[in-house]
């Protein structure tokens, strides 16, 4: 499966549009992990455990986009948009949405 925030292949016309996949993932972060990023936040340097989190939730939603393609014969996405976006009380959730146009190539 090839997937890409192109719009096109270069050398691998579409030979057919299946439609709109979306891919959605909302993962939560826990109180350890929000207390070593404050941490970090004062004396400076990256979240790796927040890094973590976030490519976690990119790749499942990824994963879950992927998968609905499939499931409609393509054999690629293409156009591919990632949102990020925290939801819940004080932020304390993380949502990835992806979405793209399954194709086959």
């Known amino acids: 499966m090839i997937l890409t925030t192109t719009p096109q292949i270069e ?3 579409i030979q057919r549009y299946l439609g709109v996949v979306t891919g959605e993932t909302i ?3 826990n ?3 929000d207390f070593f990023a404050g941490i970090r936040d004062i004396v400076g ?3 790796a455990s ?3 989190v976030l490519r976690e939730a990119k790749e499942t939603s990824m994963r879950e986009m992927m998968d609905r393609a499939m499931a ?5 996405v293409v156009g591919i948009d990632i949102d990020y976006e925290t939801i819940g009380a ?3 959730m993380l949502m990835v949405a992806t979405s793209g146009t399954a194709v086959v190539i």
């Open 90 to 92: 004080n932020g304390s």
């Open 50 to 52: 927040y890094e973590n």
């Open 27 to 29: 993962i939560g972060a």
């Open 72 to 76: 409609m014969g393509a054999n690629a």
């Open 11 to 13: 050398g691998r016309p």
């Open 31 to 33: 109180f350890v992990k």
């Open 45 to 47: 340097g990256r979240s």
